[in-house]
């Protein structure tokens, strides 16, 4: 018989995407019968364990540095910068050890449901490691007495040096990242036949899979989720969202990397603008000379024009490269109209600059335009048939937005 695992890494604050990730699953139904974790990954994983969804999301959502810090140990507000934050973390491991957990402790108390936990059917576990006998500490849910459920998890979560260890029966315990940060080889000794892993990408050490023959689904952060080190209730929402949305995209029910469509959307768009962006961009380049257009097309979507094809999924990173030029919200599950024309209207209000006259000012003009208006300036040029193609060469993805633009509001006058 299948049996499903879910794994969750350790990641400090980055652990509120894989509460997305658990949302998307649900959403899914996938029935997971194991769940394991290390660090911020064990405590998400008491809430998978519990099916407690709606607690988690609580608990992350109003997640700040006073739900885990004492103010008088780390007074810091949620808007400091991040090097005055790893400064403080510094500071407080060379005067006192590390950081006390002892306010875990209490969000633990108040999260905690050990009727649910005890009485769920799915099996959970947990890495840490014993600092005192310099060895990792696997435990699951039948080697978890109630009352030290808590020391054991919270030991996991330990994250030194910028926590101080955990002491359980005289002993020191610190995060489970310093032997296993995705223990997806506990979760198949526990008995999964297949794994959904989640994983942070934050500092600690991973095993390789010792069962090759066990089905693995990895899902990680396409975006990025902010520092393990700094929580905020607001990064915690959007690390949310991009959990979910991830998880939504691997599992084939939504579409796109960076930014997020609706199922289909890509594809109609492709077959709907890529022709008419390929007709442009070969009246535009059929024009100039050869050694210009090698430089040109070492561009991989300009090779594709080159082979007499706009390939899919170029014409896709394109549409995405538009949306961080314009600064669209990476969280939004977006419909590809809406998207489109929200591009035409950033566009529009964006200011026109002559990369002519600052050129002649300054040589490095890369370094001082707002790529927005790079690329109103090529779609100006594009407009008016009057391309400068040495500005190409710098700015070819702005160059491409530029002509993806132009390829959709022209497309709208054809038809």
Request: hydrophobic letters at 35%.
């Amino acid at each position: 018989m299948t049996k499903l695992g879910l794994v969750l890494s350790g990641g400090g604050a980055k652990g509120a995407y894989e509460i997305g990730v658990y949302k998307a699953l649900k959403k899914l139904n996938k029935s997971i019968d194991i769940v394991t974790g290390t660090s911020i990954g064990a405590i998400n994983g008491m809430f998978v364990a519990q099916k407690d969804l709606k607690g988690a999301l609580k608990l992350w959502k109003n997640m700040s540095f006073k739900t885990i810090y004492d103010e008088e140990e780390f007074p810091l507000m949620e808007d400091e910068a991040l090097t005055k934050i790893y400064i403080q973390y510094a500071k407080n491991f060379i005067n006192e050890g590390g950081l006390d957990i002892y306010k875990m402790k209490n969000i633990f108390d108040k999260y905690f449901k050990p009727h649910k936990f005890y009485s769920s059917n799915i099996d959970y576990g947990l890495v840490t490691y014993n600092f005192s006998q310099n060895k990792p500490v696997l435990k699951t849910k039948k080697d978890l007495p109630k009352e030290q459920v808590k020391d054991y998890i919270l030991a996991s979560a330990s994250c030194y040096p910028a926590f101080k260890p955990y002491l359980i029966n005289d002993e020191m315990y610190i995060d489970g990242g310093y032997y296993d940060n995705l223990p997806i080889n506990l979760a198949i000794d526990m008995g999964a036949t297949e794994i959904i892993a989640v994983d942070l990408r934050a500092i600690g050490f991973k095993k390789n899979v010792k069962d090759k023959t066990v089905d693995i689904t990895y899902i990680a952060p396409r975006n990025k989720i902010g520092s393990f080190l700094v929580f905020d209730k607001n990064q915690a929402k959007k690390s949310i969202k991009l959990g979910y949305n991830d998880t939504m995209k691997t599992y084939g029910k939504l579409e796109g990397n960076i930014f997020t469509f609706k199922k289909y959307n890509l594809i109609k768009n492709y077959n709907k603008y890529a022709e008419n962006f390929e007709k442009e961009l070969k009246e535009i380049f059929k024009i100039t000379d050869n050694k210009l257009l090698n430089k040109i097309f070492e561009t991989d979507i300009f090779k594709g024009i080159l082979n007499n094809k706009t390939l899919y999924n170029n014409f896709n990173s394109l549409i995405e490269t538009a949306g961080k030029i314009f600064n669209f919200d990476e969280t939004t599950i977006y419909n590809i109209k809406s998207y489109n024309k929200g591009l035409l209207t950033s566009l529009s209000n964006t200011e026109y600059i002559s990369l002519e006259e600052i050129s002649i000012k300054n040589k490095n003009i890369e370094n001082l335009l707002d790529k927005r208006k790079i690329v109103k300036y090529f779609y100006k040029q594009i407009e008016n048939n009057t391309i400068s193609f040495k500005y190409i060469i710098p700015f070819p993805n702005e160059f491409l937005v530029a002509l993806y633009i132009y390829a959709i509001k022209s497309s709208h006058l054809i038809y």
